[in-house]
């Protein structure tokens, strides 16, 4: 419990089931329903259930690893000033262009898929929490 959080919120924290943590903060004790506060809890539970915090943990290490490859092409490419002759850009500029360009294409699609992803496991933990608690009120209320 985050006793000295006004806000309603509550999370589900570990990489597996054996450490995973529920925690819920003040408002939400304080201002769900009797119906909603279970509601909530159980579409926590369900994402701890699903394992969803390990396939969230993934899905940012390969979009952290994806835009290391673009930040490491900005790194390579040479910086614009001064004057400089034909020919004397250097070897990794065509492959440093090439990762910055796949890193932040990379990057957009990888956000894509984990909005989608994530909005999926969410619907998923919605209807798992109905099937714990048996209504459907209190969670559509939180």
């Known amino acids: 419990m985050l006793p000295n959080e006004p806000g309603i919120n509550a999370f589900a924290a570990g990489w597996t089931r054996g450490d995973a943590a529920i925690a819920v903060t003040q408002g939400a004790l304080d201002r769900l329903s009797r119906d909603e506060l279970p ?4 579409h926590e539970f369900s994402l701890v259930v699903n394992g969803d915090m390990r396939l ?11 835009l290391g490859l673009a930040l490491l092409g900005r790194i390579l490419l040479p910086r614009g000033g001064g004057r400089r002759q034909a020919g004397s850009l250097g070897p990794l500029v065509l492959p440093a262009l090439v990762a910055v360009i796949a890193g932040y294409v990379g990057v957009v699609l990888g956000r894509l898929i ?29």
């Open 39 to 42: 509601g909530v809890i159980a």
């Open 56 to 66: 969230n943990i993934w899905l940012m290490g390969v979009l952290t690893g994806i």
């Open 114 to 142: 984990k909005a989608g992803v994530s909005r999926q496991r969410e619907f998923l933990a919605d209807a798992s929490a109905v099937q714990f608690t048996r209504q459907t009120e209190g969670l559509a209320g939180a």
